[in-house]
């Protein structure tokens, strides 16, 4: 098909549904993408995703490694998906709860969503505490270093996939970067249902979080703490990790989700 059908009547709603084509295909990667695969998973010829791909690159919805040439969803589809939670509510469900639980602890609270291998924080209540951590909203995290990034990928197979198929970017003398060793935290956040982080992003930093739930038992997301290490360790008080996993819960069940019922009658 040529350029100028394409951009005419029923060939331009075809090439448009080829790029959403494209970009769902890539969002159901764990890693990046060649053309050519790319072309042969869609059916489609390699110059005509290729194209594509090329305008899609240009507008900033995917981008290219420049070592592979592969691809992979860009930032602005994260920032999109952002948006797009904010719209359908999850931001103003989980305020209140944010709001209660920072009260309730005297710390920082977030509210995370995953976007490829980092976390994006779309809502967060600022401690009142004279000396405070501050988070706002827009903050990038990255997962594999982070109490909210580590629970979403502790119950998500395809993010964890993505995240542990790449290198973790070691922050701090105490981030942790083997994979092995991550394996072994995010095996313990799925069995505890929280994820704790200290000192893996910034020196004297810690972070408590549990996961949230949609009404498929999906994560789509996280709430947690940020605080001192004085205030969150690595064995955290069991009264913090209850006021965290009952925001999450609050939140999973405004979604509807039936996740953390369903844990409660299991335990």
Same mark, same amino acid.
């Given at each position: 098909?040529?350029?100028?059908?394409?951009?005419?009547?029923?060939?331009?709603?075809?090439?448009?549904?080829? &790029?959403?084509?494209?970009?769902?295909?890539?969002?159901?990667?764990?890693?990046?993408?060649?053309?050519?695969?790319?072309?042969?998973?869609?059916?489609?010829?390699?110059?005509?995703?290729?194209?594509?791909?090329?305008?899609?690159?240009?507008?900033?919805?995917?981008?290219?490694?420049?070592?592979?040439?592969? @691809?992979?969803?860009?930032?602005? #589809? @994260?920032?999109?998906?952002?948006?797009?939670?904010?719209?359908?509510?999850?931001? +103003?469900? &989980?305020?209140?709860?944010?709001?209660?639980?920072?009260?309730?602890?005297?710390?920082?609270?977030?509210?995370?969503?995953?976007?490829?291998?980092?976390?994006?924080?779309?809502?967060?209540?600022?401690?009142?505490?004279?000396?405070?951590?501050?988070?706002?909203?827009?903050?990038?995290?990255?997962?594999?270093?982070?109490?909210?990034?580590?629970?979403?990928?502790?119950?998500?197979?395809?993010?964890?996939?993505?995240?542990?198929?790449?290198?973790?970017?070691?922050?701090?003398?105490?981030?942790?970067?083997?994979?092995?060793? #991550?394996?072994?935290?995010?095996?313990?956040?799925?069995?505890?249902? @929280? &994820?704790?982080?200290?000192?893996?992003?910034?020196?004297?930093?810690?972070?408590?979080?549990?996961?949230?739930?949609?009404?498929?038992? +999906?994560?789509?997301?996280?709430?947690?703490?940020?605080?001192?290490?004085?205030?969150?360790?690595?064995?955290?008080?069991?009264?913090?990790?209850?006021?965290?996993?009952?925001?999450? +819960?609050?939140?999973?069940?405004?979604? +509807?989700?039936? &996740?953390?019922?369903?844990?409660?009658?299991?335990?």
């Amino acid at each position: 098909m040529s350029d100028k059908k394409e951009a005419t009547g029923a060939g331009a709603i075809q090439s448009v549904a080829v &790029a959403f084509e494209i970009l769902e295909e890539l969002s159901r990667s764990a890693t990046p993408v060649g053309v050519t695969e790319l072309a042969r998973r869609l059916g489609q010829t390699k110059a005509r995703v290729h194209r594509h791909l090329t305008n899609l690159r240009a507008l900033g919805f995917v981008s290219q490694d420049e070592t592979s040439e592969r @691809y992979e969803l860009g930032w602005k #589809i @994260y920032r999109l998906g952002m948006s797009v939670a904010e719209n359908f509510g999850l931001r +103003r469900l &989980a305020h209140t709860h944010l709001r209660r639980l920072s009260s309730d602890t005297g710390q920082t609270a977030l509210m995370a969503i995953p976007a490829n291998t980092e976390i994006i924080v779309i809502d967060s209540i600022q401690s009142n505490a004279h000396i405070a951590i501050t988070v706002r909203p827009g903050a990038v995290i990255p997962a594999g270093s982070s109490a909210l990034g580590r629970i979403i990928l502790a119950f998500s197979d395809e993010l964890r996939a993505l995240v542990l198929s790449r290198p973790i970017p070691r922050l701090t003398k105490d981030t942790l970067v083997d994979r092995a060793g #991550i394996e072994a935290q995010l095996a313990a956040a799925r069995k505890q249902w @929280y &994820a704790v982080a200290v000192n893996e992003r910034l020196i004297g930093i810690a972070a408590l979080a549990a996961p949230v739930f949609d009404d498929s038992n +999906r994560v789509v997301g996280s709430v947690g703490l940020i605080a001192s290490q004085s205030v969150i360790s690595d064995h955290p008080d069991p009264q913090l990790v209850r006021q965290v996993q009952d925001a999450a +819960r609050g939140i999973s069940a405004d979604l +509807r989700s039936t &996740a953390w019922d369903t844990r409660t009658k299991r335990s």
